[in-house]
């Protein structure tokens, strides 16, 4: 059974940074692009950024609204998938999901539960 | 960037009754390899979004069949049949043709 579960998520204030974490398990994590998408309250989800598979050389591609703050990598020993976050903003305040991106079809099939980050001082 | 534009913002709907949602998107979204990467997803309230359709019409696993999808281009559709409880929530659509990915705003369904 696929399983994806975010954590670290929590209050921070304005300029500070953060780094979230998810856990997969159920199917070969290597093998998979892995996204980053939030969601803020009330609103529609944002793709923030994908990091391709072992095939693809773990290279990246991310939202232009969030380059040069947010970062993705993953622990492939662990299967873990990282966003650290930068000079965080009242707007970054959201709910943060991972999500398996499938690569030929190109869709998400399983997201997590999602981890709630909130920027205010 | 690849807007996403749904229509209608929310519907209410009967058990038993059919509905429709509606996705453009502001470019075409075939692929160079000639295939469509439109997908719609359902978020049931207080949980995260799950995959209904991929590639414009294809049910994803254990999807049941009164969900279908169709269109090209810029315009597609989602149709829902014989809508049950279990169906309200906010539907969105997303592309995967290019990057970065996109999703239209969504569509609250509630049931009357």
């Known amino acids: 059974e696929v399983k994806l579960l975010e954590s670290g998520g929590g209050l921070v204030q304005p300029g500070g940074s953060l780094r979230l974490s998810c856990a997969a398990s159920g199917f070969t994590f290597t093998d998979f692009y892995m996204s980053w998408i939030r969601q803020p309250p009330g609103k529609a989800p944002e793709w923030l950024g994908v990091?391709?598979?072992?095939?693809?050389?773990?290279?990246?591609e991310y939202n232009p609204s969030v380059k040069g703050r947010f970062t993705i990598s993953r622990d492939n020993t662990q299967n873990i998938l990282y966003l650290q976050m930068n000079t965080l903003r009242a707007e970054d305040t959201a709910i943060y999901y991972c999500?398996?991106?499938?690569?030929?079809?190109?869709?998400?099939?399983?997201w997590g539960p999602g981890t709630m980050v909130t920027v205010s001082s | 960037d690849v807007v996403m534009t749904q229509t209608p913002v929310s519907l209410s709907v009967s058990l038993g009754g059919q509905v429709s949602i509606s996705c453009r998107s502001s470019?075409?979204?075939?692929?160079?390899?000639?295939?469509?990467?439109l997908s719609w997803y359902l978020q049931k309230p207080g949980q995260s979004p799950q995959l209904l359709i991929y590639?414009?019409?294809n049910r994803f696993s254990g999807i049941s069949d009164r969900f279908s999808g169709s269109g090209s281009g810029t315009d597609f559709t989602l149709k829902i049949s014989r809508v049950e409880p279990d169906d309200l929530g906010v539907y969105y659509c997303g592309q995967g043709t290019q990057y970065p990915l996109t999703f239209g705003s969504g569509t609250k369904l509630e049931i009357k």
């Open positions: 990091i391709r598979n072992k095939a693809n050389g773990y290279t990246t």
């Open positions: 590639k414009v019409s």
């Open positions: 999500a398996r991106w499938r690569t030929g079809s190109w869709y998400f099939d399983f």
């Open positions: 470019q075409s979204l075939v692929h160079n390899n000639g295939n469509t990467y």
